[in-house]
């Protein structure tokens, strides 16, 4: 079992930057895949990015590729996402997940980014 919870969401200029921490609960934080998706007011959630359990790989979306970056501290049972750039579009509640093998077995509680122009 692993519990997430998600902070450092707000508000902020277009262009401007956050950084979202996940921290995570359990001793096998660094056997998880992690990853962070958003989800829209009347969309799906989106995928946005994700890293292997040794940080050694991640993952983007197409649309945030190039302006995020997500990373880990498994010594911290923690994991980022450092977002530059900000455009309205990415105004979202952002949600940190895990999994063994593709991270979406345990999921946070959300924090909500607001992107104003």
């Known amino acids: 079992q692993v519990q997430l919870v998600e902070s450092g969401g707000g508000l902020v200029q277009a262009g401007g930057s956050l950084r979202l921490s996940c921290a995570a609960s359990g001793r096998t934080f660094s056997s998880y895949a992690m990853g962070w998706f958003r989800q829209a007011p009347g969309k799906e959630r989106e995928f946005v990015a994700a890293i292997s359990w040794s940080g050694g790989s991640t993952y983007y979306a197409d649309s945030v590729k190039g302006r995020f970056t997500i990373s880990r501290d498994n010594a911290k049972n923690t994991v980022y996402l450092q977002m530059n750039s900000l455009k309205p579009e990415d105004t979202a509640v952002y949600y940190c997940?895990?999994?063994?093998?593709?991270?979406?077995?345990?999921w946070g509680q959300g924090t909500q980014v607001t992107v104003s122009s």
């Open positions: 997940a895990a999994g063994l093998s593709s991270p979406d077995d345990y």
